[in-house]
């Protein structure tokens, strides 16, 4: 379970709006995850019309999966490309907004209001810019947030999570020591200690 190099390795916000400007999104599917599909029951526990927040989502096609099932999608991301890239992906008219509580912030929300993706930094957000959410789809977030970064991310998703939420998470599994990430490897005993 030792993490390796990895403790350490910090990727910049730089280097993730040059990945998506390069094209190099080897983590973006075209496909819905075989694992939301598959769980999709336990994250909405037979309710429906819940708000399901994607963190770090990109232009993740599940997100317009959920809202056409009539559930509220909001989503974070830092590249406005991958943000933009999502409505076009889907021929989803929208509307760009400042967001006055974040400095350079914008919202990009579907004419329809049922998506709502906020271009910034996810420690930016906090519920009283967003609100709380009944459910989180972490398909590739708390894997690419840098392991220094991990109990802020967490302490920030808490935050975020009505009482009664569930919380959809996927890792990898792999030894740190052959592969920098990201994705970076994280243990089940620090998700455990992370999220409780």
């Not at 056409?68 to 509307?95: I, N, R, W």
Request: proline content about 5%; overall charge negative; hydrophobic content about 35%.
């Amino acid at each position: 379970s030792d993490i390796g190099s990895q403790k350490e390795r910090v990727v910049t916000e730089e280097e993730w709006l040059q990945k998506w400007e390069m094209g190099n999104i080897g983590f973006h599917k075209e496909q819905r995850h075989p694992l939301l599909q598959k769980y999709l029951d336990v994250l909405l526990n037979g309710r429906s019309g819940l708000r399901i927040f994607f963190p770090l989502c990109g232009k993740a096609v599940e997100m317009k999966w959920l809202a056409d099932m009539g559930h509220t999608v909001v989503g974070v991301e830092v590249s406005e490309q991958a943000v933009k890239g999502f409505f076009s992906d889907h021929s989803l008219p929208y509307c760009e907004e400042p967001v006055p509580e974040i400095s350079g912030a914008k919202m990009f929300q579907s004419t329809s209001g049922n998506i709502s993706l906020y271009c910034c930094s996810i420690y930016d957000l906090s519920s009283s810019v967003v609100g709380k959410f009944d459910g989180v789809w972490d398909r590739g977030a708390l894997v690419a947030v840098n392991p220094c970064d991990r109990q802020r991310y967490a302490s920030l998703m808490i935050n975020l999570v009505e009482k009664n939420s569930s919380y959809l998470l996927v890792t990898v599994s792999y030894d740190p020591n052959k592969h920098k990430g990201p994705p970076f490897y994280v243990p089940e005993s620090e998700i455990k200690s992370l999220f409780g």
